[in-house]
Structure formats: structure tokens, C-alpha cells
């Protein structure tokens, strides 16, 4: 079956910690997205990837990284710069192109104490 | 920058009445694609449904309907004969030539038994 998938579920870190989240898919989508949301904030733009080797900022990108080294993956890295790192991340992927459905995967709920 | 406003932060329906999400939004281009997502409790994000700013015919999706007033920017969602299974966050989510999905806050929704 064709999909995202994001691992871990739960993800649980010390603060000044750096930490990865992954996201893969297999619909041979070019473009990927993270996404972070919290209550009462929709989701927010954090970075996008519309071709391998190629990403641009979303609308808060401030203390997070990602790579895309392959088509089929978009690992975010939260770095211990991000002030205010607990939250729900998603990440989603689409054919090339305005208008194209974007797919979504099950998330990561992240937790820094 | 394009916005994308829910005003009703939750609504409640009584199972099998009809309910209508309101959704508006402001942009300055004239071709651009609009969408709903429906978020259950699992978290996982459905595309529920997409109008082509376009097409001046109302995308229909079995229960779900939208009512697009494009002068007004408006972009409501009617849900038919609600099921307890339509309970869940309702997005309302644009995107324009730049292919980047901007959404509204979302919406809770409730249905009564």
C-alpha cells in the first residue's frame, strides 16, 4: 500500500537536545512538507522540498533542518535552537504543481522537558 | 501573503441534521485551489474536499458540499446528514501558484446521537 509514514509516535527529549524526525513515503511524490501544529493554531508551514536536493523555508523555520537526499525521504531535525520545541509535527507529500492534494502522514508528537 | 480565517473555533450537530463550516479567505491572485481536511481523533489529516477557484460549479463529495462565493471569498462546507464519524477538526486550507498550502485554525466539530 502506498503511503507517508512518520516514526516515532511519541518522541520524548531533554531540552538543548537535537532530534530527527523522520518521514518516508512511497507514492513517488517530488514535493514533501513539514508541518507543525499546535492548539488553537492550525497547521503551520515549516519547510517544503519540491525536488531532491532542494528545499526552501516555510513560514517558521527558525530552529529547524531538513535534508532531501532522496525522493522518498524528508527527515526534520528540531535543534536545540528552536525555543519552543513540544508540539505535534506532520509531514506530507504531493505531486508537483499547484492544486494537487497533499497526503499526510500519521505525525509525530514531540515532547521536550 | 494569503490568509485563510475560521472565525467558529467549535460547532455541535445532532446526528443526521445538516451543519455548514464557514471558511473565508484573502488573496490576491485569481487562480488558486481551496480544500477542506477533516482531522478525527487519530490525528490523521483527510482530504474531505477541493474546489478549483475556476470552476463556478460547487464541488460535491456524496454528504459534503461546498457553497464558493469567490467575490466574497467565502468557503463554506455543508455536511448532510451528519454521522457520529463526522466528528472531528475541519481545516479550511488554500493554495496558490506557489503550491504551499496555507490553512485556517480549524474547527471542532461535534455530533449529538
Known amino acids: 500500500d502506498g503511503g507517508i509514514t512518520q516514526s516515532p509516535k511519541y518522541l520524548f527529549r531533554k531540552e538543548g537536545q537535537n532530534v530527527t524526525l523522520s518521514c518516508e513515503q512511497n507514492?513517488?511524490?517530488?514535493?514533501m512538507y513539514w508541518y507543525r501544529q499546535d492548539p488553537g493554531q492550525g497547521l503551520r508551514l515549516i519547510y517544503y522540498s519540491q525536488i531532491v536536493n532542494d528545499f526552501q523555508k516555510g513560514d517558521i523555520a527558525e530552529g529547524y533542518s531538513v535534508s532531501r537526499e532522496k525522493k522518498e525521504s524528508f527527515p526534520l531535525t528540531v535543534t536545540s535552537a528552536q525555543k519552543n520545541p513540544t508540539a505535534f509535527y506532520l509531514c506530507?507529500?504531493?505531486?508537483f504543481g499547484s492544486g494537487y492534494e497533499q497526503y499526510f502522514g500519521p505525525g509525530t508528537r514531540l515532547t521536550v522537558t | 501573503a494569503q490568509t485563510v480565517t475560521q472565525s467558529q473555533p467549535e460547532m455541535s450537530v445532532q446526528e443526521a441534521e445538516t451543519v455548514t463550516l464557514s471558511c473565508t479567505y484573502d488573496?490576491?491572485?485569481?487562480?488558486?485551489?481551496l480544500f477542506w481536511y477533516k482531522q478525527p481523533p487519530s490525528r490523521q489529516m483527510i482530504l474531505v474536499i477541493r474546489q478549483e477557484a475556476y470552476k463556478q460549479q460547487n464541488a460535491t463529495e456524496n454528504r459534503f458540499s461546498v457553497n464558493f462565493q469567490k467575490a466574497a471569498k467565502s468557503f463554506s462546507l455543508k455536511i448532510s446528514d451528519s454521522q457520529l464519524g463526522d466528528a472531528a477538526m475541519y481545516f479550511c486550507a488554500y493554495t496558490g501558484a506557489n503550491s504551499k498550502l496555507t490553512f485556517g485554525k480549524g474547527i471542532t466539530l461535534s455530533v449529538r446521537p
Open positions: 506530507a507529500s504531493s505531486i
Open positions: 507514492l513517488n511524490h517530488d514535493a
Open positions: 488573496t490576491s491572485e485569481s487562480d488558486y485551489y
